[in-house]
């Protein structure tokens, strides 16, 4: 069954150093998102990706933060310089056209600045 | 700003009873949808509703919504342990606008 996948599952980082997160969506979707989640609570909306390029983005989504489809599959997130509040989870998701369909979401990258 | 209501944020029940989680919304969307978490797990999609009076039944989970009132109801029968995750109700607008989640705890 087609899946998103994330890597890495779990990245440390100091405070200040650049990030790059890596999400493969499923092979024909159009539209690609970025979510992260703080440990317990609300899955807050970074940004959504469609047609090579930004759609939306939210307030979190600052001049920090970048995202890329570098090729036909990948799909990355990029934040430059991180800080301790970026510590969570980012849920990397895609979804096809079509009324029905859902996103579907990656297993996820944890990362930890410290 | 389109808000996403959901109450109980935390239930704990009993296997074999049955409750309804409630989701309120604050304007008109052309879908819904419920997801469910395991802990420290991703989203898994469960419901997708398009219509006023879709209901979708899967197993113990029945989820309808009601576009007139801005209301989506989660309805859970006969809960058991397998039940236990946190549920949420998501709104689609330009993204997908998650509420604040359900924790669910089912007891023997």
């Known amino acids: 069954e087609p899946e998103v996948t994330q890597t890495p599952s779990h990245q440390v980082t100091q405070m200040g150093q650049e990030v790059i997160l890596r999400c493969v969506p499923i092979?024909?979707?159009?539209?690609f998102y970025w979510y992260r989640q703080i440990l317990g609570q609300k899955v807050e909306f970074l940004v959504s990706f469609y047609n090579n390029e930004i759609s939306e983005k939210s307030e979190i989504f600052d001049d920090q933060f970048s995202v890329e489809r570098p090729d036909g599959s990948n799909f990355t997130l990029k934040i430059r310089s991180t800080k301790l509040e970026d510590s969570a989870m980012y849920f990397c998701a895609s979804r096809d056209q079509g009324e029905w369909t859902e996103a579907f979401f990656g297993q996820g990258t944890r990362l930890t600045v410290v | 700003e389109l808000k996403v209501e959901q109450n109980p944020l935390f239930l704990s029940m009993q296997e074999g009873k049955n409750y309804t989680i409630y989701c309120n919304y604050s304007t008109t969307s052309d879908r819904l949808y419920w997801y469910r978490q395991d802990p420290g797990k991703s989203l898994e999609s469960l419901f997708v509703l398009l219509s006023n009076g879709a209901v979708k039944q899967e197993g113990r989970l029945m989820a309808s919504l009601d576009t007139k009132a801005r209301l989506s109801t989660l309805h859970i029968t006969a809960a058991v342990h397998d039940l236990s995750a946190t549920y949420f109700c998501v709104l689609s607008g330009y993204a997908l606008n998650f509420g604040k989640g359900t924790s669910l705890l089912v007891t023997p």
């Open positions: 092979s024909n979707h159009l539209y």
